[in-house]
């Protein structure tokens, strides 16, 4: 196997990633869909390693970075995970085995968290109803019938997202610093009045 200095936190859960360089004779080691899974679950990412095209020696070393979500299981009482597959954080590729382990070392001490963007309960379950608001945010803007929902039934965790949104007026400031569903809510309503662009 290839020595790797791998940080705390991250899970081996794949490796057939061999010290062992495309040379005639060495095919079998570079064949298999991934020569290397690694999985961070504090901070919501997933490395992907393979060799492309598979068994041929003029290929190359293929690495992804991807960040997952986790969804509680309530039947087998564990975390799973969704890889976002369709949209990689980062891509690389080199032939060297040797520039891809200092990559890979460089990856493991370096990648930040993922902030998962759902409205959560707790660790995996999601908010259904806050983030059905989310999702309606997302795909049509900021509404005042949308904030009045979200005053009305949305989580602290949805109040908060709307007082970072891009979209944020001062009006919808107004609302929360009123009627946020929290103390924590409405104190950051309030300060964010005072700052520059808000300011009456």
């Not at 598979?54 to 070393?61: K, W």
């Not at 759902?118 to 795909?139: A, H, K, N, P, Q």
């Not at 997202?161 to 007026?169: G, V």
């Not at 009006?171 to 103390?183: Q, R, S, Y």
Request: contains cysteine; negative net charge; aromatic residues 8%.
């Amino acid at each position: 196997m290839q020595p790797l200095r791998i940080e705390a936190g991250w899970q081996v859960t794949y490796n057939q990633f061999y010290e062992v360089d495309p040379i005639p004779g060495h095919e079998s080691y570079f064949e298999g869909s991934s020569l290397l899974m690694l999985r961070n679950n504090g901070r919501l990412k997933l490395i992907d390693l393979q060799w492309r095209p598979e068994l041929d020696l003029d290929g190359e070393y293929q690495l992804q970075v991807l960040n997952f979500v986790e969804n509680f299981n309530p039947i087998t009482n564990e975390f799973d995970t969704e890889p976002n597959w369709d949209h990689p954080v980062l891509n690389f590729a080199t032939k060297s085995r040797l520039v891809l382990v200092e990559k890979l070392e460089d990856l493991l001490r370096t990648l930040p968290v993922f902030e998962d963007p759902r409205m959560i309960e707790r660790r995996g379950v999601i908010d259904d109803l806050s983030e059905s608001y989310r999702l309606r945010i997302v795909e049509n803007g900021i509404s005042t019938d949308c904030i009045n929902d979200i005053l009305e039934n949305g989580s602290a965790q949805l109040q908060v997202y709307i007082l970072n949104h891009k979209d944020l007026t001062r009006d919808i400031l107004l609302k929360f610093a009123e009627n946020g569903l929290t103390k924590k809510v409405k104190n950051q309503a309030k300060q964010k009045l005072t700052s520059k662009g808000f300011r009456a």
